[in-house]
């Protein structure tokens, strides 16, 4: 009779519900979670916003083809001085310039800028003057020339630290997006978690329960087969009819609990209908409480946000100390070229017309107040300082809450272990209490009373378990190991 009773009661435990044969794993849930989560797929979608911006700051620097076309027109009345005879009978001179040019431009990192180009100018005049060609008049004159000019700042502008800024702030946000993305990750792998734990314990609740309903209905046949033999007084039987009706709302309010829970989980896994689930066991990390908090430290997602911002704002900083820097800019010039009456006579560089000219010259800007910018340089030293502050409040928060997590996975476990203690001595209490029954010195409210207890102690290991994995997984994403975990890959 014995082994009998703690098979019934093992059923309790044992029982497995009829909603689905095979239960969605944890990690499994949580990878459909993650890959199905809108949210995410757009915070990717900024990462690579970020990098986009990075290249197109990187195309600062790219070689760049220029062309320029210019026409122009000038008249001029010609009048002759008082006295003086118009030998050349022209009232008024026109002049026409044609300019085609073409060249390269190559930015370099020190702020230099170095610009190859090739001139083409063709004039026509009716103008008795004009002498393209030395000792040969003519009325339409081409110059062709090659120049080379360089722009190079001293001041404001000059360094990598000036020239390369937009380049490095946007790489800077991409590395800020993509702590974002982790942290966001993080975040919604907990809620996951806690979604699929409370779905695996609402079915647990709901198996222990009908089984416990199970369990009373046996015991109200049996009250029933002894009150017609009369051993038992007809009293007894309303007891266990009581309890049955109290069970019965149990299983109810079980059962539209996992309704409810379903429902969770199906909207955090952007399904129709939530799987059935089962709950795993989770291991305790062995780590001691300092290498805990050191991981955390190193590994949260939330503080290596932070230190990514923190990191833009102190390398953002340079840029703002150049822009406070007066302008002085060195610019120096060279071409060499031709005339001609024709553009190939100007292009062969005739020695009568043979041109060359070397220019320096320098360009100095200072607004005296500055104010804009020695104020938005103030402004990024104390972000930066803020954003440092923040830093390490954010920090000692990181460290007393992975403290939190440790002891709460310790506590958890230990609960676990108990639980199951206590289940055991209850199912022995159980056995115990039906042989006394059996022999006529118990009654069945004794009976169905420590089934009862039974079975809230096997709940209790259910809850102690589901309780448990959140702690564990609390533990794991603050030190940054949750997505790997359950083999999450954050690209």
């Given at each position: ?212 309903l199970k369990l009373a209905e046996e015991q109200l046949a049996t009250t029933q087969a002894r009150v017609e033999l009369g051993r038992l007084a007809p009293a007894d039987l309303p007891v266990v009819e009581t309890a049955i009706a109290e069970r019965q709302r149990e299983v109810f309010n079980a059962e539209r609990l996992v309704e409810d829970r379903a429902a969770a989980l199906a909207s955090a896994l952007h399904v129709d209908a939530a799987p059935d689930v089962a709950l795993p066991e989770a291991a305790t ?142 199912e022995r209490s159980v056995a115990a209490e039906r042989e006394k029954f059996e022999a006529g010195r118990s009654t069945s409210l004794d009976v169905l009373r420590l089934q009862q207890a039974y079975a809230e102690a096997l709940l209790t290991i259910e809850r102690a378990r589901a309780d448990h994995l959140v702690a564990v997984t609390r533990l794991a994403g603050l030190t940054g190991a949750l997505p790997g975990a359950h083999g999450v890959s954050i690209e």
């Open positions: 009779m014995v082994h009998e009773v703690r098979r019934a009661l093992a059923g309790l435990l044992l029982a497995t519900p009829s909603i689905a044969a095979e239960p969605m794993s944890l990690s499994e849930a949580v990878r459909r979670a993650v890959a199905a989560d809108p949210a995410l797929e757009a915070a990717g979608v900024r990462v690579r916003e970020t990098e986009a911006a990075a290249d197109a700051a990187l195309g600062a620097f790219d070689l760049r083809l220029v062309a320029d076309l210019q026409m122009n027109r000038v008249e001029e009345a010609f009048e002759a001085r008082p006295g003086q005879t118009n030998l050349f009978g022209i009232d008024t001179i026109e002049r026409r310039q044609k300019q085609l040019s073409a060249g390269v431009v190559q930015p370099l990192a020190w702020g230099t800028r170095i610009e190859v180009r090739w001139v083409n100018d063709l004039i026509e005049t009716n103008s008795p003057f004009l002498s393209c060609i030395q000792g040969l008049q003519t009325e339409t004159c081409w110059e062709s020339r090659l120049e080379l000019q360089l722009a190079q700042p001293l001041l404001r502008g000059f360094g990598r630290d000036a020239s390369e800024a937009p380049v490095v702030e946007a790489r800077a946000l991409t590395t800020v997006a993509a702590r974002q993305r982790d942290e966001a990750v993080t975040a919604r792998i907990e809620r996951v978690v806690g979604t699929y734990v409370e779905l695996a314990f609402a079915q647990a609740d709901r198996r222990i329960r009908a089984q416990a990390p062995p780590e001691p409480l300092a290498a805990v908090e050191a991981a955390a430290e190193a590994r949260h997602p939330a503080l290596a946000a932070i230190d990514a911002d923190v990191e833009r704002l102190r390398q953002a900083l340079p840029a703002f100390e150049d822009a406070a820097l007066p302008r002085l800019d060195l610019t120096a010039t060279a071409h060499r070229g031709g005339t001609g009456g024709s553009f190939g006579g100007a292009v062969e560089g005739l020695p009568p017309g043979r041109i060359t000219l070397y220019a320096l010259g320098l360009s100095f800007e200072w607004p005296p107040a500055n104010g804009a910018a020695e104020g938005q340089l103030r402004q990024a030293r104390l972000a930066l300082e803020r954003a440092r502050l923040d830093r390490e409040a954010r920090r000692i928060e990181v460290r007393r809450e992975a403290g939190e997590a440790w002891r709460a996975v310790r506590t958890s476990e230990r609960n676990v272990q108990l639980a199951r203690t206590i289940a055991a001595l209850a």
